[in-house]
């Protein structure tokens, strides 16, 4: 390939009208002028020669591991998004394109980049439009998902109600269940309605896949019978609840395409990649609208409500995550829709260690353990369930469960709902730790997972342990035991 440094190249990258950094090993050796107005620098000199530190350690090796497998005979980079920083410190999104050149007689990566922030915030608009969507056409079918359990455990509670013996607490273990099927419902909807910017992470793939088939169930089970067969799969890099949402729309869609049919679900690891498929044996796709399938806003569900955005918003996720979706089909024979991937990079090994033994009391006294939560009922449920191990004083307003904190009362424990009305367990623990900060660190947070950021984003700076309702009480037990410390 020809050379970076001659004359008739330079003055092509010059004046180009996207970013040109050429590097190597993480050094840049050459940047043209679209790239030091692109990064808020002057000229191409405060560039040269200094580390790439405009991009963050994690892109720079999502870029060194596309180029080692594109040199190693994979196909061609296509672009890719990655987060980048300007020398004032703000944050621009920058899609960038890599190949490998000769430059001064080595290897070094020439990188092509434009500003694709504007773009990427209208992208994610446009996503947040597509899971209300989402939402709303699942709404009936959840509420009926919901209700089935409800009325299953209302049914079991009533004949424990009547008789309480040995042989009915099968009965109590079925009740057990039917909550748990609640909750898992829920936290899935939960999940997959939340927006915020995550960072991309390890993803349990089968986990992902069945939490999108618990969501839309009551689709597919009118319609098709789903056949898995995906095995042990290793962990995969993207945003589960994005993957998630990937699952959602195309079992939605495969559902939508057949009647009493079958739709697959299959999947394989290579080394660098995880492949899935998605298959239905409906009435496919014709060839001049498969073509057209991933544009945004192309819809051959108009009428039924068809928003034309979930394929082409599932190909965004796959891509910005370093993967890939694909379409494959023919009228009467069904679609396969091809996802492609990352494998996550194995996490290091840690060291073993011994876990330590939970604290214990050396004086025999039970442990005092107030509880702030403005239902009433959970009040009392936690005082019942609390009873024996320790001494619980029940608060369901927070302004009176501060003045106590305040106080001369002494608690080896609180544990406080984050949202209540009025005062909420952040608003609570914030003044605490101001006036009396050994008493804040006694907190354990419980919450139902209806936080906002501001809480969310506290409570990701404190130690203090949380638990999710709903809990089981050794985990409950194990955690007050903590906060109280040893005595």
């Not at 963050?56 to 061609?76: F, K, L, N, T, Y």
């Not at 049914?155 to 039917?178: H, I, K, N, S, W």
């Not at 106590?404 to 002494?410: K, Q, S």
Request: charged letters at 25%; one cysteine or more; aromatic letters at 4%.
């Amino acid at each position: 390939m020809t050379g970076v440094g001659e004359p008739g190249f330079r003055a092509l990258v010059e004046h180009a009208p996207d970013a040109i950094v050429v590097s190597r090993e993480g050094i840049v050796l050459y940047a043209n002028g679209a790239a030091a107005r692109l990064l808020g620098h002057d000229s191409p000199d405060e560039l040269v020669g200094k580390p790439m530190t405009f991009l963050d350690a994690r892109s720079i090796e999502v870029m060194r591991r596309r180029i080692a497998a594109m040199q190693s005979g994979g196909e061609p980079l296509v672009p890719r998004e990655y987060p980048a920083k300007r020398r004032d410190g703000s944050e621009i999104t920058a899609e960038i394109t890599s190949t490998v050149i000769d430059f001064d007689g080595a290897p070094a990566v020439l990188a092509y980049a434009r500003d694709v922030t504007e773009r990427s915030r209208l992208r994610a608009q446009l996503a947040h439009a597509d899971r209300l969507a989402s939402l709303g056409m699942m709404a009936a079918g959840i509420a009926h998902e919901i209700n089935n359990p409800l009325a299953f455990s209302s049914l079991a509670a009533q004949m424990l109600e009547r008789r309480v013996t040995e042989e009915d607490q099968p009965f109590v273990a079925e009740v057990r269940a039917g909550i748990d099927r609640i909750a898992a419902i829920v936290r899935d909807l939960k999940t997959f309605g939340r927006f915020e910017d995550e960072a991309p992470g390890r993803v349990d793939l089968a986990a992902a896949i069945e939490s999108a088939e618990r969501l839309v169930a009551h689709e597919i089970r009118p319609r098709a019978r789903l056949v898995k067969d995906i095995g042990e799969l290793p962990a995969i890099t993207g945003i589960a609840r994005r993957v998630e949402q990937v699952f959602v729309n195309l079992l939605l869609n495969a559902a939508l395409a057949v009647d009493d049919g079958t739709i697959t679900v299959s999947a394989r690891a290579t080394s660098e990649h995880v492949l899935v498929a998605v298959r239905d044996d409906g009435v496919g796709i014709a060839a001049a609208d498969l073509e057209r399938v991933f544009e945004p806003f192309f819809t051959t569900r108009a009428q039924t409500g068809g928003t034309g955005l979930g394929l082409a918003i599932c190909r965004d996720i796959m891509r910005r995550a370093g993967g890939d979706l694909v379409a494959r089909s023919a009228p009467g024979e069904g679609t396969t829709m091809d996802l492609t991937f990352a494998r996550a990079v194995p996490e290091p090994i840690a060291p073993r260690t011994i876990p330590a033994p939970p604290p214990q009391t050396d004086d025999g006294r039970h442990l005092r353990v107030l509880v702030v939560d403005d239902e009433p009922l959970i009040v009392r449920a936690l005082g019942g369930a609390l009873a024996g191990f320790g001494d619980v004083v029940g608060e369901t307003n927070a302004e009176r469960a501060l003045e106590r904190m305040l106080g001369d009362e002494a608690f080896d424990a609180i544990i406080c709902d984050v949202m209540m009305a009025g005062m909420t367990g952040v608003d609570l623990h914030e003044r605490v730790a101001r006036e009396r900060p050994e008493v804040a660190r006694r907190f354990v947070f419980v919450t139902g997972g209806t936080y906002t950021a501001r809480e969310r984003k506290y409570l990701e700076n404190v130690s203090n342990q949380r638990l999710s309702k709903p809990f089981a009480m050794p985990d409950l037990r194990k955690a007050i035991e903590t906060a109280a410390g040893p005595r």
